[in-house]
């Protein structure tokens, strides 16, 4: 369905209704499932850090479904702003600029700016659009745990935390949104996601990556980069480099797991599926198409723990398109051990 029809959704107006009166209501997104809140509420904002477990110095990113909610939001948009926002609104991109002094402060978390997305769903778009306020959204999960793609992964994580859970099914892209800091005079990419750096290149120029952000160490800029993320409860190993060298190295570190009586897990490919011998061997989408590794990353990321795996190697992606995306959390998700083969 699209946006005008879900309008008149009963579950979509409840859950719009739910959100003006402060509650904290789970939605899809086109990148992952989010938990929304006021963003001008202090109780809906409390209530969303809370359910999470998150931080407090982690700050949310502002949801609106029309351009017109910006001028209270922001104290003012640049030039290169209009443009990013003409050509990826709706649609994932987060865009860092001055704040204006509409959210509460815990939003962003004391920082003088504030993150903005326009998302490109038409159950999202819906639901902001009848709640008529400006929506702090995080990831739908518990801190630390992999995002949510379905709504099956938000109920694991946060039944009897929230308020509401809206099921649309599948979420599309897999991985967040790209941060994009233009508060500044250049442009500072912050989290690599759903737009690709190729794709912000081609209307800004040549872009600067925030230095920290392959690091799972503290960055001053985006403090969200500093946290555990993404991580499954085994021990995760992430194996970088190219061909039959790649492919050795993985199966040699899983090896290496079982010797020691782990339980192993290998993921990877549907293509190079077929070379591994493991407890486990998980295709997370076609290495051809690198979309499908980022709808299936997170889903992938869940499913060791379910299987109990506690030894996990998986196989590296050439960090280019939104196989960047797919690595950044990749490299959070195994907590610094990367193996070059
Ligand atoms: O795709 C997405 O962006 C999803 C959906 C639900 O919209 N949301 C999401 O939110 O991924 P969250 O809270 O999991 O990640 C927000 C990221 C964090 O890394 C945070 O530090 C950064 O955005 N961020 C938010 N506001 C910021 C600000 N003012 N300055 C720098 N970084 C900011
Ligand atoms: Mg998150």
Redesign the pocket.
């Known amino acids: 369905m699209d946006t005008p029809s879900l309008l008149h959704h009963p579950g979509i107006q409840r859950a719009a209704a739910m959100l003006k009166k402060g509650k904290v209501v789970a939605f899809p ?1 086109e ?5 929304g809140g006021d963003a001008t509420s202090e109780k809906a904002v409390d209530s969303i850090f809370e359910a999470k477990g ?1 931080p407090s110095d ?4 502002v ?1 609106i479904a029309d351009t017109d909610q910006m001028k209270s939001l922001v104290r003012e948009v640049p030039p290169i702003g209009k443009k990013l926002m003409n050509r990826f609104w709706p649609g ?1 991109l ?1 865009l ?1 600029l001055p ?1 204006g002094d509409r959210v509460v402060p815990r939003v ?2 004391g ?1 003088d ?3 903005i ?1 326009m ?1 490109d769903h038409p159950v999202a778009l819906a639901l902001l659009k009848l709640a008529g306020v400006p929506v702090a ?4 999960n518990l801190s630390g745990k992999p ?1 949510p793609t379905k709504a099956t992964h938000v109920w694991h994580d946060l039944a009897g935390r929230i308020d509401a859970l809206i099921d649309g099914g599948a979420t599309g ?1 897999g ?3 790209t ?1 994009l ?1 233009i508060s500044g005079e250049i442009p500072v990419l ?2 690599p ?2 737009i690709t750096r190729t794709m912000l290149e081609e209307v800004l120029g040549p872009i600067q990556a925030d230095q920290n952000m392959e690091q799972p160490v503290i960055s001053p ?5 500093k946290y555990r993320h993404y991580a499954p409860a085994g021990k995760m190993w992430l194996v970088i480099g190219e061909g039959m060298e790649l492919k050795k190295k993985v199966q040699e570190l899983a090896d290496q797991g079982e010797k020691e009586g782990h339980q192993v897990a290998i993921m990877t490919t549907e293509e190079h599926r077929d070379f591994y011998r493991a407890r486990w061997v998980l295709a997370c989408g076609k290495y051809r198409q690198p979309e499908t590794v980022a709808q299936g990353l997170y889903e992938c990321l869940r499913q060791f723990d379910q299987l109990g795996a506690d030894w996990i190697v998986a196989e590296g992606f050439p960090p280019v398109g939104l196989f960047h995306s797919v690595m950044n959390r990749l490299i959070k998700a195994a907590e610094g051990r990367v193996v070059h083969s």
């Open positions: 997104t990148t992952v499932y989010g938990l998150r982690n700050p949310l990113i949801h994932p987060t860092i704040q962003t978390a920082l700016t504030v993150g997305r998302p959204a995080p990831s739908a995002s892209v991985v967040e949104s941060v800091d912050l989290r996601g759903g800029r985006s403090p969200g980069m």
